[in-house]
């Protein structure tokens, strides 16, 4: 019940790029993520597009609980 993720980020030889944020320069990488409750595994969709990875997990489908609805007179 959880989304790993493994990779490995080659060494670059970019001079004059500033980052914001960079987890790691170079080298293997795993991150763990809990999955919560509800998720269709057989769904689950990732990509990747100019260096950011995207994943979908869809959620089940709630069923609608069974109401015996009735209309009730105010006096």
Known sequence: NALVIRGERVRDHEENVIYHMRERAFG???RSFPLPKGIEEEKVKAKFINGI?????PKEAEEEPDYDAREINID
């Open 28 to 30: 293997e990488f795993e």
């Open 53 to 57: 990875l995207r994943v979908t997990l």
